[in-house]
């Protein structure tokens, strides 16, 4: 299955979800829908991109082929590491596209007013999360605050934004 395949078997996957199980459930955006956004390959083959779906965004890990090569049982993570930081991965598996891995960002996914939005969130984690370390600027937003400065002054930097999305950079 070739990189196009392999995620458009992610979202046959949760379309079907989205039919099923989680149809009509009070924690879906109705103003989004499935789509995988910005998936490009690692360096171990794996597929890594951006899931939004009305219920959650997720960062998903994901092999080019249906398989168990990235099945996780239910208790047990695993942390990929970018160059904006390590990340923890929980697994899933669906018969569409096998096991793969997820970093839940949004759950549920009630900020966003419609798909575009959410979609152009999407690219800019994917492009935060390859970003190379930055300057840390939060001591010079916290001096702004507490100036009485606003923290817009301060410049926000990409790995900032994805530290804000995933949480705190893991040793």
Do not use: K
Not at 41 to 48: I, S
Not at 96 to 122: I, K, N, R, W
Request: glycine share 8%.
């Amino acid at each position: 299955m070739a990189r196009p395949d392999a995620v458009g078997a992610l979202e046959a996957a949760f379309r079907r979800i989205a039919a099923t199980r989680m149809a009509g459930l009070p924690l879906n955006n109705s103003d989004l829908r499935v789509q995988g956004v910005a998936f490009r390959p690692q360096d171990d083959g794996y597929l890594v991109g951006v899931l939004i779906t009305p219920w959650a965004i997720n960062l998903v890990m994901l092999a080019p082929t249906p398989s168990r090569e990235l099945y996780l049982a239910p208790d047990r993570r695993r942390t990929w590491d970018f160059p904006s930081g390590s990340y923890e991965f929980m697994g899933g598996e669906e018969p569409e596209c096998g096991a793969y891995q997820f970093c839940s960002l949004f759950s549920p996914a009630f900020e966003f007013p419609d798909h575009v939005s959410a979609v152009e969130t999407a690219v800019a984690i994917m492009l935060a999360l390859y970003a190379d370390s930055e300057p840390d600027h939060a001591a010079a937003r916290d001096t702004a605050r507490l100036a009485g400065r606003s923290v817009l002054d301060v410049p926000t930097t990409r790995r900032g934004f994805l530290q804000g999305v995933l949480g705190p950079r893991r040793a």
